[in-house]
C-alpha cells in the first residue's frame, strides 16, 4: 500500500450492496460446550466506486461498477459454566468478481476470542 499527501481537492465513495442467504445452527456438544455456525452465499454483490476531481475533471464523476459472488462462514466453539461464557470464534469471507474488466473481490479471515458473564 501506498499513501501520498496530496493538496487537490479529492473525494471517493465506496459502496458495496450484497443479496445473501444465510443458514445457520448451534448444537451442544455436552452439557458445558457448545458450538454453533453460520454459512452465508452471495449470489450478486455489486460495488461501486465514485471519485471525484473538481480540479482536475470539474463536473466529472469518475464511477466504477462491478458484479461479483461471495461466500461467508463463521464457526464458534464455547464453554458454558454457570453464568461464566468463553470461547473462540473463526470467520472467513470471499467474493470474486464474473468479469475479470470489472472485477470485485475480497479475502478475509477473522479470529475473536471472548470472554464474559
Not at 501506498?2 to 487537490?8: A, G, N, P, Q
Not at 472467513?92 to 468478481?97: D, E, K, L, S, V
Request: proline share 3%; hydrophobic share 45%.
Amino acid at each position: 500500500m501506498v499513501r501520498t499527501f496530496i493538496t487537490d481537492r479529492e473525494t471517493t465513495v465506496s459502496q458495496t450492496f450484497a443479496l445473501t442467504f444465510v443458514a445457520e445452527g448451534e448444537r451442544a456438544l455436552s452439557d458445558r460446550w457448545h458450538m454453533a455456525f453460520a454459512a452465508g452465499v452471495q449470489p450478486l454483490i455489486r460495488a461501486r466506486l465514485l471519485v471525484r476531481l473538481p480540479d482536475k475533471y470539474p463536473g466529472v464523476d469518475l464511477v466504477f461498477n462491478a458484479i461479483s459472488a461471495g461466500a461467508t462462514g463463521r464457526w464458534t466453539v464455547e464453554h458454558r459454566a454457570r453464568r461464566f461464557r468463553a470461547g473462540i470464534t473463526l470467520g472467513g469471507a470471499a467474493a470474486c468478481g464474473y468479469r475479470e474488466s470489472s472485477a470485485y473481490s475480497l479475502r478475509g479471515f477473522s479470529v475473536a476470542l471472548f470472554a464474559g458473564m
